[in-house]
């Protein structure tokens, strides 16, 4: 029997990707989104690939209660639940002390708390079959933290620490927890996603020059982002896998070095490196 993916976020960016990858692969996809309207691209896609009875949709937003419980009434219907694959998030900036608690709120109702909720949906199921995977999608951000984005960053370091308690719980009935770290990708979290408190985009803020040299960084990093089909093959790699030994995976350009370094190096020369870089 072909497994059976459910996907958050799917309508763009690694969702998107990783939907037609593991079509392509032979996994069945239930590729869901906050307004199916946006599933047209998948749809196009699969044309192309002749995968279209691979791929069925369904509306999930993972921060409504009803969305919710509607989710938990259709998994029944399925043969199995093989792999939840939590991709649903979004990006959002702002100094430490102009970003609102609503704003943090925001952040992390869809990063961390939605992420929980549709966790704890499919757990019974996977826990009732004796197995399952699920693949957090984290950051690097997860790991290190990053001036003018503490909303993004703090969600990600709580979706690690959670992620690291709940695979030492569900080990033993057989469901495996994995945390994919991307580094810098080409995808549309910084352009679509993104949102920075209001206070921060203000010229009076104290912190404009600041926010312009962030900025400055970010954008004269994208030429050498990554091809974010390489994530999409990474989440196919583990959900073929038949047991995953390592909670993280880190993956992109330079990665690997700069979490070795952040783990290694004296904080006051890290932090002498990130504000020379930054010029400030």
């Not at 921060?63 to 649903?88: C, G, V, Y």
């Not at 399952?132 to 703090?154: D, E, H, Q, W």
């Not at 030994?245 to 880190?250: E, G, H, I, S, V």
Request: positive net charge; charged residues 20%; contains cysteine.
């Amino acid at each position: 029997m072909h497994k059976t993916a459910i996907i958050t976020g799917a309508s763009s960016g690694f969702g998107l990707l990783a939907t037609i990858e593991l079509a392509k692969n032979g996994f069945n996809v239930i590729a869901t989104m906050r307004n199916l309207k946006s599933k047209d691209t998948i749809i196009e896609l699969c044309k192309q690939n002749n995968i279209q009875s691979k791929v069925s949709f369904m509306q999930l937003d993972v921060t409504a209660k009803e969305s919710i419980e509607e989710l938990s009434s259709q998994l029944s219907n399925l043969p199995s639940i093989d792999i939840l694959i939590n991709n649903a998030g979004f990006a959002f900036g702002g100094f430490c002390e102009e970003v609102s608690i609503l704003e943090y709120k925001e952040q992390f109702n869809t990063n961390l708390f939605g992420l929980i909720a549709v966790t704890q949906a499919v757990l019974p199921y996977m826990r009732k079959q004796k197995g399952g995977k699920v693949i957090n999608m984290s950051s690097i951000s997860g790991k290190i933290g990053f001036p003018g984005l503490s909303p993004y960053v703090a969600s990600k370091h709580a979706l690690e620490g959670w992620s690291e308690c709940l695979r030492l719980e569900v080990k033993p009935f057989g469901i495996d927890v994995a945390i994919i770290e991307p580094g810098s990708f080409q995808t549309n979290i910084w352009t679509k996603g993104k949102k920075i408190a209001q206070k921060s985009t203000f010229p009076s803020s104290p912190y404009a020059s600041y926010m312009k040299s962030i900025e400055k960084e970010l954008e004269s990093g994208k030429s050498s982002y990554g091809d974010p089909t390489e994530v999409a093959k990474l989440i196919v790699e583990l959900c073929s896998k038949k047991e995953l030994t390592k909670l993280r995976y880190p993956i992109g350009k330079g990665v690997k070095l700069t979490l070795f370094l952040k783990n290694f190096i004296p904080w006051k020369v890290w932090e002498r490196i990130f504000h020379k870089r930054l010029n400030v």
